[in-house]
């Protein structure tokens, strides 16, 4: 099999007497993109090729999930276009379906056509991770996840319906169920999707008279004894204070163990009825890499040494690398034995690491450790509302939202990202945040496929 738009193994042909490397990035999230980025100016086309195969066409700044969700900024806005950043690696479109390292061969499915098989000298294997979830009864019907902006969209417009429902519906028991909203993980997705979404139904009650704030229910359901496990007790302490604060719902050290047809049960025996349930209780590697030939740990990650090249064993695996995620990099800042977390921060950092050691080997020279001690951690609890650890300063409140915005919008790529969303926070200083359901979004074409229903079928339904 070959490979179309000139990515084939035997057309490589040489560039002035050189023959350039071929360096395959398998997925273009945080690790991906940044270190494609980096590659693609680092080394000149006479050295080296960047292929970028994502089945997406952008990347998404998950920190700002969110805030695109609660309509703080456009949700256009918190994702970077491949085509525009990557100018100089050739992007296909598709999903890599099996890598077989031995061969030094990827094998891709475009989003159109039939599957193709792409060589390489360098693969870096950045396939992010996928929501980590659990049998529970009821969850693949009725739960939500958070990892995408299309969750991030659909859960806006999905509470705001809530909302549409619970103004109209002459039933207690249904307005009951519409405005009760259940969020299962207290890290920090789990934490700013709640206080985020929570701000925004709030601000959207002021055009409600049907309804006042006291008919919501906000329930945070978390198997530990705390939130915010990336930051000291005392600060995931304030956490919960503020969120009881808001009349949250805050339910530690239990477990969700049913969910079926809307009912959440709980460990802790109390049940209700609930027509959203937001999943954000972990992440688990991609299933794609159990399609592929690298070494794994017991919690299916890439085995890493800390240059980010994979080892299997005492063995360096040639020619392939991981970050981020999917990726067990040795944590040199702690004890042997401990991994470096799965975060932006980590991904980010490693990707310019690994980038930058692709770049020593293809150019004779020794790959570098990556090193980086967690500079700490910073959430948002709704607008104006925050909490931080960083280099062991704690802030809380506005100074702590502060920082949040500040630092994100210095680490989301490309300048013209960060003017859009500098531009969206800046206009909601003046103008009031849009709460407006676009349902529609998600079933385009209901509404024509009824209109266009030939006459014999609706004399028949009639």
Same mark, same amino acid.
């Given at each position: 099999?070959?490979?179309?738009?000139?990515?084939?193994?035997?057309?490589?042909?040489?560039?002035?007497?050189?023959?350039?490397?071929?360096?395959?990035?398998?997925?273009?999230?945080?690790?991906?993109?940044?270190?494609?980025?980096?590659?693609?100016?680092?080394?000149?086309?006479?050295?080296?090729?960047?292929?970028?195969?994502?089945?997406?066409?952008?990347?998404?700044?998950?920190?700002?999930?969110?805030? @695109?969700?609660?309509?703080?900024?456009?949700?256009?806005?918190?994702? $970077?276009?491949?085509?525009?950043?990557?100018?100089?690696?050739?992007?296909?479109?598709?999903?890599?379906?099996?890598?077989?390292?031995?061969?030094?061969?990827?094998?891709?499915?475009?989003? @159109?056509?039939?599957?193709?098989?792409?060589?390489?000298?360098?693969?870096?294997?950045?396939?992010?991770?996928?929501?980590? +979830?659990?049998? =529970?009864?009821?969850?693949?019907?009725?739960?939500?996840?958070?990892?995408?902006?299309?969750?991030?969209?659909?859960?806006?417009?999905?509470?705001?319906?809530?909302?549409?429902?619970? @103004?109209?519906?002459?039933?207690?028991?249904?307005?009951?169920?519409?405005?009760?909203? +259940?969020?299962?993980?207290?890290?920090? @997705?789990?934490?700013?999707?709640?206080?985020?979404?929570?701000?925004?139904?709030?601000?959207?009650?002021?055009?409600?008279?049907?309804?006042?704030?006291?008919?919501?229910?906000?329930?945070?359901?978390?198997?530990?004894?705390?939130?915010?496990?990336?930051?000291?007790?005392?600060?995931?302490?304030? +956490?919960?204070?503020?969120?009881?604060?808001?009349?949250?719902?805050?339910?530690?050290?239990?477990?969700?163990?049913?969910?079926?047809?809307?009912?959440?049960?709980?460990?802790?025996?109390?049940?209700?009825?609930?027509?959203? =349930?937001?999943?954000?209780?972990?992440?688990?590697?991609?299933?794609?890499?159990?399609?592929?030939?690298?070494?794994?740990?017991?919690?299916?990650?890439?085995?890493?040494?800390?240059?980010?090249? $994979?080892?299997?064993?005492?063995?360096?695996?040639?020619?392939?690398?991981?970050?981020?995620?999917?990726?067990?990099?040795?944590?040199? +800042?702690?004890?042997?034995?401990?991994?470096?977390?799965?975060?932006?921060?980590?991904?980010?950092?490693?990707?310019?690491?690994?980038?930058?050691?692709?770049?020593?080997?293809?150019?004779?020279?020794?790959?570098?450790?990556?090193?980086?001690?967690?500079?700490?951690?910073?959430?948002?609890?709704?607008?104006?509302?925050?909490?931080?650890?960083?280099?062991?300063?704690?802030?809380?409140?506005?100074?702590?939202?502060?920082?949040?915005?500040?630092?994100?919008?210095?680490? =989301?790529?490309?300048?013209?990202?960060?003017?859009?969303?500098?531009?969206?926070?800046?206009?909601?200083?003046?103008?009031?945040?849009? $709460?407006?359901?676009?349902?529609?979004?998600?079933?385009?074409?209901?509404?024509?496929?009824?209109?266009?229903?030939?006459?014999?079928? =609706?004399?028949?339904?009639?």
């Amino acid at each position: 099999m070959g490979v179309s738009n000139g990515i084939s193994g035997a057309a490589r042909g040489k560039i002035d007497g050189v023959n350039p490397k071929r360096i395959l990035v398998v997925g273009a999230g945080h690790v991906g993109l940044y270190a494609a980025l980096r590659l693609s100016k680092k080394l000149s086309s006479r050295e080296a090729e960047v292929v970028v195969v994502d089945p997406q066409p952008h990347m998404t700044y998950q920190p700002f999930l969110p805030e @695109a969700a609660a309509g703080n900024i456009s949700p256009r806005h918190s994702v $970077v276009p491949l085509r525009r950043e990557l100018r100089k690696c050739k992007v296909v479109a598709g999903t890599v379906t099996r890598i077989d390292h031995a061969r030094k061969t990827a094998v891709v499915q475009p989003i @159109a056509g039939p599957t193709r098989e792409i060589p390489y000298d360098h693969v870096v294997v950045a396939p992010g991770s996928v929501s980590r +979830t659990l049998p =529970i009864p009821g969850l693949h019907e009725h739960g939500i996840g958070f990892k995408t902006i299309g969750e991030a969209i659909y859960l806006r417009n999905h509470v705001l319906d809530r909302l549409d429902v619970a @103004a109209v519906t002459p039933d207690a028991d249904v307005r009951r169920s519409a405005l009760t909203f +259940t969020f299962v993980g207290g890290g920090y @997705a789990g934490i700013e999707a709640l206080a985020e979404m929570e701000d925004m139904a709030r601000d959207a009650l002021r055009y409600y008279p049907e309804l006042e704030p006291a008919d919501m229910r906000w329930v945070l359901v978390e198997a530990t004894q705390r939130v915010l496990p990336e930051v000291d007790r005392d600060m995931g302490a304030y +956490t919960v204070q503020q969120l009881l604060k808001r009349n949250m719902d805050i339910r530690l050290d239990t477990r969700l163990e049913s969910c079926v047809d809307g009912v959440v049960k709980l460990s802790d025996g109390d049940s209700f009825r609930s027509d959203t =349930i937001v999943w954000t209780a972990g992440v688990k590697p991609s299933p794609m890499l159990d399609k592929t030939d690298f070494p794994r740990d017991e919690r299916r990650r890439v085995t890493c040494l800390p240059t980010l090249q $994979v080892v299997d064993g005492d063995r360096v695996v040639d020619g392939a690398w991981s970050a981020g995620d999917c990726a067990a990099v040795p944590d040199l +800042t702690k004890e042997p034995g401990n991994y470096c977390s799965p975060s932006a921060q980590h991904a980010v950092r490693q990707a310019a690491r690994m980038a930058d050691n692709i770049v020593n080997v293809v150019r004779g020279r020794e790959p570098v450790d990556y090193k980086h001690k967690h500079a700490g951690s910073v959430a948002s609890l709704g607008l104006h509302k925050g909490v931080a650890q960083v280099y062991g300063v704690k802030m809380k409140g506005w100074p702590a939202w502060f920082m949040h915005r500040t630092y994100h919008m210095s680490r =989301i790529p490309s300048f013209n990202r960060k003017i859009r969303v500098v531009v969206d926070w800046s206009l909601a200083f003046f103008l009031k945040r849009e $709460v407006v359901a676009l349902g529609q979004l998600h079933d385009p074409r209901e509404e024509f496929a009824e209109a266009s229903q030939p006459i014999a079928v =609706i004399r028949k339904a009639a």
